[in-house]
Structure formats: structure tokens, C-alpha cells
């Protein structure tokens, strides 16, 4: 079986979370297998080693998994991007709206460099929101987007088409 079968396989959908009508895919379940959760951290840095990246925004929580032990591999800066209030130092931030709600995220204004090529990580792609909200402190920090990487993608949300205007290369290791 391939990665992205094993990938398929573990993830496991719960429905109605957070509200009726949402499959939830939770991928806790892979953190539980090692060899696997090994497995994806090195196959997104097989994908993201040839770009040139100067850091990798990871958003809370999930994307703190896999978006610093890819950082890790890569020999490069891990720039957290947390919900509104959990960061200690001057912050910027940017409200956005979800699938199921709206939310606010903050970066450290010191994050990310003028000029410095940023990957957005995050498990998983829906309608875009949370990425976007990425990209946008990207920008307002003086960085430039380099693409954006995904464990999951929801690919009939369309999420990928609206993060298009930021960044060209948007890499998901699973689509459902």
C-alpha cells in the first residue's frame, strides 16, 4: 500500500463535528503510527526541498504537527500562527470567516523577515479561510507566499482555487 492509501485508511471521518453536516477528517489517528507520521514529514520535504523557502508558517494546532518537523528537515525557521490572544509579543492579525463560523489569527510581528519566501502549512485544506488568513499576515509582514502545503485536501470545496492569487504551487498529499 502507498502513503497516500496508508494516509486514507488511518484518517478517520466523524460526522456532525463541529456542528451537523460537517464530515470532520480527523488525522489524530496518524500520529498514533510513527513509521507513517515519519513517512509524511518526508515525503513533504522531498516535495518542498528543490523550492527555495526561507520559513514555514505552520496554523494552530495542526499545522504545528507536521509544519515544524518539516522546518526540521529543512533547515529552516518554524513561525507559528495562533488564534487570537496566545501569542506574547507585538502581533499583527487578520479576521476571517470558516466554513462553520468566522476566527482571528495573529503572527508575531518579528515572524517573518522582509522579503523572506514563506511556506503556509497547515493538515488540512477546506474552503481556504485559514491559509488565506495565512497568506495575509504573510503579505502584511513583508513576505512573500511561496506555496502552500496540506496533508488533506477537500477538494470539492475548492479551497485550492482561492488560494491561487497568493501563491501558485499548493501541494496536498491526500484529496478527497
Same mark, same amino acid.
Given at each position: 500500500?502507498?502513503?497516500?492509501?496508508?494516509?486514507?485508511?488511518?484518517?478517520?471521518?466523524?460526522?456532525?463535528?463541529?456542528? !451537523?453536516?460537517?464530515?470532520?477528517?480527523?488525522?489524530?489517528?496518524?500520529?498514533?503510527?510513527?513509521?507513517?507520521?515519519?513517512?509524511?514529514?518526508?515525503?513533504?520535504?522531498?516535495?518542498?526541498? !528543490?523550492?527555495?523557502?526561507?520559513?514555514?508558517?505552520?496554523?494552530?494546532?495542526?499545522?504545528?504537527?507536521?509544519?515544524?518537523?518539516?522546518?526540521?528537515?529543512?533547515?529552516?525557521?518554524?513561525?507559528?500562527?495562533?488564534?487570537?490572544?496566545?501569542? !506574547?509579543?507585538?502581533?499583527?492579525?487578520?479576521?476571517?470567516?470558516?466554513?462553520?463560523?468566522?476566527?482571528?489569527?495573529?503572527?508575531?510581528?518579528?515572524?517573518?523577515?522582509?522579503?523572506?519566501?514563506?511556506?503556509?502549512?497547515?493538515?488540512?485544506?477546506?474552503?481556504?479561510?485559514?491559509?488565506?488568513?495565512?497568506?495575509?499576515?504573510?503579505?502584511?509582514?513583508?513576505?512573500?507566499?511561496?506555496?502552500?502545503?496540506?496533508?488533506?485536501?477537500?477538494?470539492?470545496?475548492?479551497?485550492?482555487?482561492?488560494?491561487?492569487?497568493?501563491?501558485?504551487?499548493?501541494?496536498?498529499?491526500?484529496?478527497?
Amino acid at each position: 500500500m502507498n502513503l497516500k492509501e496508508r494516509i486514507t485508511q488511518s484518517i478517520r471521518t466523524v460526522p456532525d463535528f463541529p456542528k !451537523p453536516g460537517i464530515m470532520f477528517k480527523d488525522i489524530t489517528p496518524l500520529l498514533k503510527d510513527v513509521k507513517l507520521s515519519k513517512e509524511i514529514t518526508e515525503a513533504l520535504a522531498e516535495y518542498w526541498s !528543490p523550492h527555495k523557502l526561507d520559513a514555514i508558517v505552520g496554523i494552530e494546532s495542526r499545522g504545528f504537527i507536521w509544519g515544524n518537523s518539516l522546518a526540521q528537515l529543512l533547515s529552516i525557521p518554524f513561525v507559528p500562527i495562533r488564534k487570537i490572544g496566545k501569542l !506574547p509579543a507585538e502581533t499583527l492579525n487578520f479576521k476571517y470567516d470558516l466554513e462553520y463560523g468566522s476566527a482571528e489569527v495573529e503572527i508575531h510581528k518579528d515572524g517573518i523577515e522582509r522579503g523572506k519566501r514563506v511556506l503556509v502549512h497547515d493538515d488540512l485544506l477546506a474552503t481556504g479561510g485559514t491559509a488565506i488568513a495565512a497568506a495575509e499576515l504573510i503579505n502584511m509582514s513583508g513576505g512573500e507566499v511561496a506555496g502552500f502545503s496540506f496533508l488533506v485536501e477537500l477538494g470539492f470545496l475548492n479551497g485550492s482555487k482561492e488560494l491561487t492569487r497568493y501563491a501558485s504551487n499548493i501541494h496536498s498529499l491526500v484529496t478527497y
